[in-house]
């Protein structure tokens, strides 16, 4: 029997899971707090990046960027879909060195990647400081803009037949269904919950802490770059515990305007800018590219990334809790990885073929869910 | 009173103004990308509306002291 499914969040995460459910013949019921993408979604860069923390992440990032390519010229022009491709900079032999390997794993993921030496670097990407090592070039990854992505995914989901109400607060979880903040009740065959780091609001116990990010971004110089770039120590600061990092990051948008990463902060949950690490993030991007000095940032903003102990969502059902369902703790790979969690989570509340193993990514693999 | 050029026009400043008052009225600095004029807003250094260039140089109008002689582009 196919269920009647409600959706907890209108992130790039519900907003996908919307539609791949209402697609699959549910009756979809989303509900947004507030409005469409404006939590970690729209602070997010945006990067659609196969990103190999573990060979299951990888494999999510690979689902994920084949299936926005996939929707793309579904949702139109304003996603900003741009496949600029990623190149992964080394800064000396011994990140080099990494690299062939590193080629080799996206390779056995069915994931084109290329090995770039430094006499060819400059020719792919002519604003790289001339000390950098070389790079692996991952020409199917993309940028979109992660604001409109959310809007139109529901908008393609009430196509679809999904309602998709805003500015409606969840106030709990219950069997069966969710009551709201007005004292309304919902029932529902399946809860979805995808509200990010505010999905602890209505499971306290999920291990879930907020990873603030810093970002900035230029003026429009088009043609500066073509590329995202992204530094091969990224994975030491996404999947360090530092308390504070820094990795850098920059990326075309594609009306010519330079979008600048990336910090990661554990412990700080104002949505201040913190300067000392903007400085340093802004320091180490002069190490790759060092015209940037010339550039004007314009806007500063930060975000916060839900985060598991792991580093990979949650994505399945709660143990204990039939009918409960969790798509959230993306930390930095919502916007990548939200069309392969809608697959997987669909294809897990139908009991259909899975697209990939669900195993690293049940919440039963925490202790403190598998004894809820 | 210092005397600046703006787009190749003559516009002559008070002593000590900032580059934002040589821009006219309404004060138009760039345009964005529907080619709707943006200009000076908060006047501080904050708002980053009234982006000019100088010299090969982009500059914020509103704290660039607009000295004798200044070649202004507006982008």
């Avoid at chain 1, 084949?66 to 139109?76: D, I, M, N, Y």
């Avoid at chain 1, 990326?251 to 990463?261: A, E, H, I, S, T």
């Amino acid at each position: 029997m196919i269920p009647d499914v409600l959706i907890i969040g209108g992130g790039v995460v519900g907003a996908a899971c919307a539609l791949d459910l209402a697609e699959a013949g549910c009756r979809v019921h989303l509900l947004e707090a507030e409005g469409l993408g404006g939590g970690a979604t729209a602070a997010a860069m945006g990067h659609l990046v196969a990103l190999d923390g573990s060979p299951a992440e990888l494999d999510l990032c690979r689902l994920g960027v084949e299936r926005w390519k996939a929707l793309a010229p579904r949702l139109g022009t304003a996603l900003e879909f741009d496949p600029c491709g990623t190149l992964w900079v080394a800064r000396d032999d011994e990140e080099l060195a990494l690299v062939r390997p590193r080629c080799e794993a996206y390779q056995v993921a069915g994931i084109s990647a290329e090995m770039i030496d430094a006499r060819h670097l400059h020719e792919v990407e002519s604003c790289l400081a001339p000390h950098l090592a070389g790079g692996m070039r991952v020409p199917g990854d993309a940028v979109i803009y992660p604001p409109a992505g959310a809007r139109l995914l529901s908008e393609a989901a009430h196509r679809a037949g999904a309602r998709i109400e805003t500015g409606t607060p969840v106030a709990t979880l219950e069997p069966g269904g969710v009551r709201l903040m007005d004292g309304t009740r919902i029932a529902a065959g399946a809860v979805v919950l995808a509200a990010g780091s505010a999905s602890r609001e209505f499971l306290r116990h999920l291990p879930l802490v907020k990873r603030k990010g810093h970002l900035a971004i230029t003026d429009r110089h088009p043609g500066f770059l073509r590329h995202q770039l992204v530094e091969l120590g990224y994975l030491k600061s996404a999947h360090g515990s530092d308390a504070d990092s820094v990795a850098f990051n920059l990326q075309p948008r594609p009306n010519g305007q330079l979008l600048l990463g990336s910090s990661r902060q554990f412990g700080d949950d104002s949505p201040e800018l913190r300067p000392a690490l903007l400085r340093r993030m802004i320091h180490r991007a002069l190490d790759y590219v060092p015209g940037l000095a010339e550039l004007n940032v314009i806007r500063c903003w930060t975000g916060f990334r839900p985060t598991t102990p792991d580093h990979r969502p949650l994505i399945g059902p709660m143990p204990g809790r039939p009918g409960l369902f969790l798509a959230c703790g993306h930390e930095g790979l919502g916007i990548t990885t939200a069309p392969a969690t809608a697959a997987l989570l669909t294809a897990q509340i139908l009991g259909r073929s899975l697209p990939l193993d669900p195993a690293p990514f049940l919440p039963s693999r925490f202790s403190e869910l598998a004894h809820a | 009173m210092p005397r600046v050029f703006v787009d190749g026009l003559t516009v002559d400043v008070p002593e000590g103004a900032r580059l934002s008052a040589a821009l006219g009225l309404p004060p138009v600095a760039c345009r964005d990308l529907s080619g709707a004029p943006r200009g000076p807003l908060c006047g501080m250094g904050q708002c980053f509306e009234c982006r000019v260039t100088v010299g090969g140089r982009e500059v914020l109008a509103c704290l660039t002291p607009a000295t004798e002689g200044l070649e202004v582009r507006r982008g």
